[in-house]
């Protein structure tokens, strides 16, 4: 089975604390990504990483930066927390595209971050 | 533009009735089709993926179909434990990036 495990589920932290979300897969998948997901406004894609220590910005980057020095390992980084990052962060992996077809993204549990 | 649109947006079932959500998406060079499970404060469990139209995935009560412009998920005789947030995503084909489009996901609850 495909684990992707993000390391704390739930953090409060004050605005213009630096945070830092880890995010580890154990299946040797190229690419990696980090989403926010808030209510009605769905998944948005903040960063993601085809290969170690590239990547691009999503959707939503502004706020956000992101490192990934080993394959397995991809950080999602808040310089200065603000209230409106208070959301569900879930990061994401799934195998570089093979020929005409995708390849499913598989999900972490999600953490919780709460920016007061 | 590429679109990914789901129905309905919630849906209440009694246990037992059948229905189906829908994934509409409009899209150039589809390169998948994935549905989700996501209960309430956790991360997106993946059900299906699907690839070209007239593809079709079983898993229990659920089934997954696919057509040019839509795809269903299907759900049989559901139980109170189907009861979450069904999302619906696509891949297109021909860039690098691997990024997918999601729709905003079906709440469906199913009553005892």
């Known amino acids: 089975d495909v684990k992707v495990t993000q390391s704390s589920r739930y953090l409060v932290k004050r605005t213009g604390e630096k945070v830092f979300l880890e995010c580890v897969q154990d299946?040797?998948?190229?690419?990696m990504f980090w989403y926010r997901q808030d209510p009605g406004l769905g998944l948005r894609l903040i960063y993601f990483s085809y290969d170690v220590k590239m990547k691009e910005k999503g959707d939503i980057p502004e706020g956000y930066s992101v490192s990934r020095e080993k394959k397995e390992r991809f950080s999602l980084i808040l310089e200065s927390a603000s209230t409106n990052q208070t959301s569900m962060y879930l990061c994401?992996?799934?195998?570089?595209?093979?020929?005409?077809?995708?390849?499913?993204?598989?999900f972490g549990e999600g953490s919780w971050l709460t920016v007061v | 533009e590429d679109q990914v649109t789901q129905s309905p947006e919630a849906l209440r079932l009694q246990e037992g009735e059948s229905s189906s959500l829908n994934c509409s998406y409009t899209v150039s060079g589809l390169r998948g089709l994935f549905w989700y499970r996501q209960d309430p404060g956790k991360g997106p469990e993946f059900l299906f993926t699907l690839y070209s139209a007239g593809e079709e995935k079983e898993k229990e009560r659920l089934k997954a179909t696919l057509t040019k412009k839509e795809s269903f998920l299907h759900i049989t005789a559901p139980k109170p434990e189907d009861s979450a947030t069904y999302l619906c995503a696509v891949q297109a084909g021909g860039n690098r990036d691997d990024k997918i489009i999601f729709g905003k996901g079906t709440r469906l609850h199913i009553l005892p």
């Open positions: 299946m040797d998948h190229e690419n």
């Open positions: 994401a992996s799934s195998l570089s595209p093979s020929g005409r077809k995708g390849n499913t993204i598989y």
